[in-house]
């Protein structure tokens, strides 16, 4: 089994700053693309950045210059620096990860499994004028 778990939100004053954290649990073989979303009250849920298995990213344009995705594969964790935050960044944040491969040996055998989007079950983050 599969999960994803972030952490690091809270409330925090306009101008400031948190790093969320996204750690995948479970039998972890590899994790293709992953990224972080958000969704504010009466709002769809919406990238805010991803990063491929190779580093590279790609930034919704209200967060350019502001927040920061990276990952590190050895610990199955992605992570959201957020900088410089503004009230309009308040919302839910879910971690994703587009596909992840678990893999189990056993004594005469090796099974590969493929999850297909994976959600974390969201932190929120809060940001006061």
């Known amino acids: 089994q599969v999960q994803l778990v972030e952490s690091g939100g809270g409330l925090v004053q306009a101008g400031g700053s948190l790093r969320l954290s996204c750690a995948a649990s479970g039998s972890i073989f590899s994790i293709n693309d992953m990224g972080w979303y958000r969704q504010a009250p009466g709002k769809q849920r919406e990238v805010v950045a991803r990063?491929?298995?190779?580093?590279?990213?790609e930034y919704a344009d209200s967060v350019k210059a502001r927040f920061t995705i990276s990952r590190e594969n050895a610990k199955n964790t992605v992570y959201l620096q957020m900088s410089s935050l503004k009230p309009e960044d308040t919302a839910v944040y879910y971690c994703y990860a587009d596909r992840i491969t678990t893999r189990v040996q056993g004594a005469s055998y090796v099974r590969y499994s493929s999850h297909s989007d994976s959600w974390g079950q969201g932190t929120q983050v809060t940001v006061s004028s």
């Open positions: 990063i491929t298995s190779g580093g590279s990213t």
